[in-house]
């Protein structure tokens, strides 16, 4: 009774949408049936899972995958910590702030190595760096009060700052000259672009660089079943070698879940991910390295997201059985 | 039965229902171990209320706000238009179906596009609260003032009543219970439309309305903070509710059935 209870809590919490065709658990004979949660729109950020379904690697791999559209408002990790979903893509913040509150969760798979956030200006914009613009009065549509605005007031104060709900919108950017919002490099800028309105975008990675999106599982799956989270990982390490190698290829299929983005917009944020997603010491693609999960828990016990003396960043990273290389984990430092 | 055994009784059995619902619900989330992410105990959901007691008040302030005044403006609105309305046959034909459309807006949908027009903060949790105000206040009134009695109505034009007259004398008085009612489902409706206006443009840091509290606490995977933050949306629009529900009472207690009746009844 207590499981329904959960169940029905989560489904209160969201109902999420499914990308592709649902098949509820019902995968076919001989395949494991997987749930992966987005946690946007279906974008070129998410590239090599899509391209991974669609040349099938998963299937090869004995997985059944049901990619699920995410938006704002989606607790993603909440959905895989409740066993809503056996796959998230988060922020390694969520990852370790869930894991604080008591939610088991595990890094599998990092998409980006460099964070993509940033914040959008016109072009006319006076101001050019996040100091300047953190001791503005501009009006920023931002997050919720994420850590990276706690941080950045903490350098700079940011007491004459107006900060205002991001909802993913750029209505309201393209409505104002003085307006500035929060945005992924690869995804507002080059929908200005296209509209011809010029922009800056100040990158927030100097001040905050943890893995911004990762795919992340609950510890229990990944202890039971570590062969379906591996084959899991391999695959879409492979879809994003893919990916890259032509994403004109995949970006038609990703556009028709999205038809807010354009394929051409698709193409262009292909190549500006590319250098945020491919690891530029030449490891694997989704590596991640602990002392930057332990540099980003130092930062949350900075601005009080996380209590001192609390490590949630021990056993955050899922180490694959194999041992090999599987483009989940590095041992570097 | 004495009106204090009566006021007891009053309260007693809603508190008597809050209080068992509470205690189910605090053993639930003892025996079932449910994760506190997902939901969070009672007693929780109290401490985390008691931990940001502070930036709860300012949130509950600047929520209470927003809704009082989006609320007042649509009372105001809604009052003034519908009596114009009913008082013109030719404007309650055209009108009044234009009017039954706002109550179809679905307020969510419409508040991203709301903020272009209107600025952050404040400005857009009054509007977002008057919109959804607006028709149960417009639509009560109408309805009112359209229902009175044709005797009297006869009776004034009898004795040669003005128009404006009759309205002042027969139609507002008449129409006041169920313009009280329109007013009591529109105060629990601004509430909402607040935090709704909120959600899209209310301001961050600290002067972050409930909204935003609810929104940040999601964030950090504060589960008690959210519960503990929509509970004080609700305690906004009881008060609100509570409110207008006695404005109401005071109106027409001395001569209205609905009043008269329920007194009677006590006694």
């Known amino acids: 009774m207590w499981r329904c209870v959960r169940l029905a809590v989560a489904a209160f919490l969201c109902v999420p949408s499914s990308c592709t065709e649902s098949k509820d658990g019902a995968a076919p004979a001989g395949r494991t049936a997987v749930r992966v949660q987005l946690n946007w729109v279906p974008e070129p950020e998410f590239g090599g899972i899509f391209a991974a379904q669609q040349d099938g690697l998963y299937s ?3 997985l059944d995958v049901d990619i699920r559209k995410g938006g704002s408002q989606v607790p993603v990790a909440q959905l895989v910590a409740s066993g809503q979903a056996d796959f998230g893509v988060m922020t390694a913040e969520d990852v370790l702030t869930l894991r604080d509150r008591g939610g088991e969760l595990v890094a599998v798979f990092a998409i980006f190595q460099e964070n993509p956030t940033g914040f959008l200006l016109h072009e006319s914009n006076p101001i050019t760096t996040l100091e300047q613009l953190w001791t503005s009065s501009s009006t920023v549509a931002v997050d919720a009060n994420p850590p990276f605005v706690r941080l950045l007031n903490l350098q700079f104060g940011g007491k004459d700052l107006k900060l205002v709900p991001y909802t993913g919108a750029l209505a309201g950017f393209l409505a104002s000259k003085d307006a500035v919002q929060q945005c992924f490099i690869t995804a507002e800028p080059v929908e200005c672009r296209l509209r011809g309105v010029p922009t800056r975008v100040l990158s927030i990675a100097p001040v905050f660089n943890p893995y911004a999106a990762v795919l992340a599982t609950r510890a229990s799956t990944a202890s039971a079943n570590p062969a379906m989270v591996e084959s899991f990982v391999r695959a879409t390490s492979e879809g994003w070698r893919r990916y890259f190698a032509d994403p004109a290829k995949y ?22 991910e590319r250098p945020l997603i491919v690891p530029a010491d030449g490891s694997a693609i989704g590596s991640m390295r602990p002392a930057r999960w332990q540099q980003l828990e130092r930062e949350l016990v900075q601005v009080g997201t996380i209590a001192a003396g609390r490590t949630p960043s021990a056993g955050a990273l899922w180490t694959p059985p194999s041992g090999s290389n599987s483009g989940a984990t590095s041992t570097k430092p | 039965m004495s009106a204090r ?13 809050v209080a068992i619902v509470l205690v189910a619900w605090q053993f639930g989330v003892m025996l079932s171990g449910v994760a506190p992410y997902l939901l ?8 985390a209320m008691w931990e940001g007691r502070d930036m709860l008040a300012s949130a509950m302030a600047r929520t209470a706000l927003g809704a009082a005044i989006g609320f007042a403006c649509a009372a105001a609105a809604g009052g003034l238009l519908g009596s114009v309305i009913a008082l ?9 179906p234009l009017a039954t459309v706002l109550q179809m807006v679905p307020v969510v949908a419409v508040a991203p596009l709301l903020q272009l027009w209107v600025d952050n903060g404040l400005p857009m949790a009054i509007l977002s609260a008057a919109i959804v105000a607006l028709f149960p206040v417009l639509a009560a009134t109408i309805d009112g003032q359209a229902s009175v009695d044709p005797g009297l109505r006869e009776l004034f034009k009898l004795h040669g009543a003005t128009r404006l007259r009759r309205w002042w004398k027969l139609d507002l008085p008449w129409s006041l219970p169920a313009t009280a009612t329109g007013l009591r489902i529109a105060a629990g409706l601004a509430v909402i439309g607040a935090v709704v206006g909120e959600f899209v443009s209310g301001y961050g840091g600290t002067r972050a309305p409930l909204g935003i509290v609810i929104q940040a606490a999601m964030r950090d995977a504060r589960t008690d903070l959210v519960f503990a933050a929509v509970a004080l949306t609700t305690v906004v629009g009881f008060a609100l509710f509570g409110a207008v529900s006695l404005v109401g009472w005071l109106l027409v207690r001395r001569w ?5 009746n329920d007194s009677e009844e006590r006694r």
């Not at chain 1, 970006?251 to 500006?272: C, F, V």
């Not at chain 2, 209205?256 to 008269?260: C, G, N, T």
């Open chain 2, 88 to 96: 013109i046959p030719f404007l309650r034909r055209s009108l009044y």
């Open chain 2, 5 to 17: 055994a009566a006021a007891v009784r009053a309260v007693g059995w809603p508190l008597l229902g």
């Open chain 2, 40 to 47: 969070p105990s009672p007693a929780a959901i109290a401490r």
């Open chain 1, 60 to 62: 090869l791999a004995g």
């Open chain 1, 251 to 272: 970006n038609p299929a990703i556009a028709a879940l999205n038809p807010s983005m354009s394929i051409e917009a698709m193409n262009m944020a292909a190549e500006l």
């Open chain 2, 256 to 260: 209205h059935a609905s009043a008269v």
